[in-house]
């Protein structure tokens, strides 16, 4: 919930999705719009959606990823910030790319120690996610 609520303090509108209650309540007292279900997730945002998935350390991406493509269409945008290696967010890319819709495969460690972060996806996603991601620069430091 940190890079949520720090996009909050910047007028980004978040909706987060979490299973576990007590995180929920913890987002809603941070300004974040919180659901205990990807569905409203999916009927909170507008067109073309934007997701971000940042699930906690040792969750199963893969089956949440998976469950998103049921609420996701063509030119909807997932950047996936899971702990995965580069391998299988090429692989997650290759999937999402069949499908028609845009992927980032991004390394949020290395966004916090100001590093390059993005792994993979498409250039158009990158310039769709450019304007978050410059908010998220000054949340984690850069100028």
Do not use: N
Request: proline content about 6%.
């Amino acid at each position: 919930m940190l890079l949520a609520s720090q996009l909050r303090k910047q007028g980004v509108t978040v909706v987060g999705y979490d299973p576990d209650d007590a995180r929920r309540k913890r987002g809603v007292s941070l300004g974040v719009v919180t659901t205990s279900s990807l569905q409203a997730v999916a009927l909170h945002l507008p067109q073309p959606k934007m997701l971000w998935v940042i699930p906690p350390l040792g969750s199963p991406a893969d089956k949440l990823l998976r469950q998103l493509t049921e609420l996701v269409a063509e030119g909807d945008l997932v950047v996936d910030w899971t702990s995965s290696d580069m391998g299988e967010k090429q692989k997650r890319h290759a999937f999402f790319q069949k499908k028609k819709i845009l992927y980032l495969g991004c390394d949020l460690k290395a966004a916090r120690q100001e590093q390059p972060f993005v792994q993979t996806g498409d250039a158009v996603a990158l310039e769709l996610s450019r304007p978050l991601f410059e908010k998220l620069f000054v949340v984690i430091g850069r100028q």
